[in-house]
């Protein structure tokens, strides 16, 4: 799902990523290559148009065009963008204490995966430690009854089964009572679909709605229809009322705009998307790993952010004047040190920056040995943190002595640093804000 918008979207955002100057017109462009994606991965024109929009208002800002690192700000944007059309927050299921009876009403077209979905969700609950009961209101489909029974059976979960009945909001009735005497806390109720939406299958719905009243009517919309699980969503929201929806088929290697679009037409949330037929093929619709998965980032936002905590731009600005003008010392170089330490371990700071991952070792980055660093450098009087020329032999011995390390860490760092500062310069010169970290702390 969603593999050729990650394509086009990761690659736009490799291209514009490095970028230490960008324009008005880099950013249109960008826009305009990203809403084409967007279109071409059937996602509503209204949503991607009202997208678009908004996130070039905020890309021309004076944030964007007069930062540091002006690629990154932008992606950032469009990140947080993409994040809140998905819905912003990762959405809970509205669960009573096992205390009582949580009830959940699963609805939804024929074939669109209620059944499999009512199952995989039984046992997602109970792997939580609630007891639940799968109720067989489906009575349309002969065989739906049994098809419910043998997943929820592969769920390991009792099912509500009264084969004699011919009105659903009577098995409901009747499973209710039964949950109350055998203490179960939460019941899933399969309901009938139809191929196309009607009059009947509705007020049936809105019946047991209205008769149990749940915490959740959850709607299993196929996400291979694509426009028309958007639709589906609309209508049994205006007929029934839904609470969110489970998207069914995200495995399917279809375009994806339904998973784009249905919450800002809806407003209802994607809960959980389903990836496959087992019973295990029910995950948690996380909307801003989804987003930084479209573009490819790994996690690039909160890189962005954790340096923007630290390192304000005006000190960048400083820092790279330092560096053009070759008066970075071991003072600058204690500080960023320190900053860096700030943001968290090396390790996983360098993770972050997209790209690196894979390509460099970060496990030859040792902490241990920055923290030697750290110490030699605190032993070394002023003087010689500002000019390390002077540090002559007897010097080092010194140095060494106060810092528990020996000469020839002493000599290792000095070399190091020799070598990084002309790192440093060229870097400085491509300009790459990420590029600059690294260097900064020797990688
Ligand atoms: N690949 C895939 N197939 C699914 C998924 N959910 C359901 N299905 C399949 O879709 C078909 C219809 O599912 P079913 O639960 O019977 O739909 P219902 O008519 O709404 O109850 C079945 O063959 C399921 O195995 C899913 O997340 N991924
Ligand atoms: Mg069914």
Redesign the pocket.
């Known amino acids: 799902m969603l593999d050729r918008l990650t394509d086009k979207l990761s690659g736009l955002v490799r291209q514009i990523a490095g970028k230490t100057h960008i324009s008005e017109s880099n950013i249109r462009e960008t826009l305009n290559e990203v809403k084409l994606a967007l279109l071409e991965a059937d996602v509503n024109v209204r949503v991607v148009r009202r997208f678009i929009n908004r996130t070039v208002e905020e890309a021309l800002g004076e944030k964007v065009l007069r930062s540091v690192s002006p690629g990154q700000q932008f992606i950032k944007i469009l990140n947080d963008r993409l994040v809140q059309l998905l819905g912003s927050e990762k959405k809970d299921l509205n669960l009573k204490g096992t205390d009582t009876i949580t009830t959940i009403l699963m609805v ?11 199952a ?1 969700l039984a046992h997602r609950l109970k792997t939580q430690g609630r007891k639940v009961l799968l109720v067989a209101a ?1 009575l349309v ?1 002969p065989a ?1 009854i049994d ?1 419910l029974k043998i ?1 929820g059976d592969k769920a390991g979960v009792e099912t509500f089964t009264m084969y004699d009945e011919k009105k659903s909001l009577n098995v409901v009735k009747r499973s209710l009572d039964y949950a109350r005497k055998n203490q179960f806390d939460t019941l899933i109720i ?1 309901t009938s ?1 139809r191929l196309h939406i009607d009059t009947e299958m509705m007020s049936e719905l809105a019946s047991i709605k209205k008769f149990i009243d749940p915490e959740e009517v959850i709607l ?1 919309a ?2 291979m229809t694509g426009q028309s699980a958007v639709d589906i969503a609309k209508e049994f929201d205006e007929k029934v009322g839904l609470s969110g929806i489970i998207l ?5 290697d279809t375009r994806g705009g339904a998973a784009l679009s249905i919450k800002s037409i809806t407003g209802k949330s994607i809960l959980l ?5 087992k019973i295990n ?2 995950e948690p619709f996380y909307p801003d790993r989804i987003a930084s998965r479209i573009l490819g980032m790994g996690d690039v936002v909160t890189l962005v952010e954790k340096a923007q905590e630290v390192i304000d731009q005006r000190e960048a600005e400083r820092l790279q004047e330092k560096i053009e003008s070759k008066t970075f010392t071991f003072e600058d170089y204690l500080d960023q040190f320190r900053k860096i330490r700030k943001m968290g371990s090396i390790q996983s700071l360098i993770e972050m920056i997209p790209g690196v991952k894979g390509n460099i070792d970060t496990d030859s980055i040792d902490e241990r040995e920055m923290k030697h660093e750290e110490a030699i450098i605190l032993s070394m009087t002023r003087e010689e943190r500002k000019n390390h020329r002077i540090i002559n032999p007897s010097r080092k011995k010194r140095i060494a002595r106060g810092s528990g390390t020996s000469v020839f860490e002493v000599n290792r760092l000095l070399k190091k640093f020799e070598k990084m500062k002309i790192m440093m310069k060229k870097m400085s010169k491509s300009g790459k804000y990420q590029s600059d970290i690294l260097s900064r702390i020797g990688g």
């Open positions: 939804g077209l024929q074939g669109s995966g209620k059944t499999t979905t009512a995989k489906d489909r739906a098809q997943m399969d679909g299993v196929d996400a069914s088929k995200f495995d399917s998307i389903g990836t496959g037929e093929d029910l």
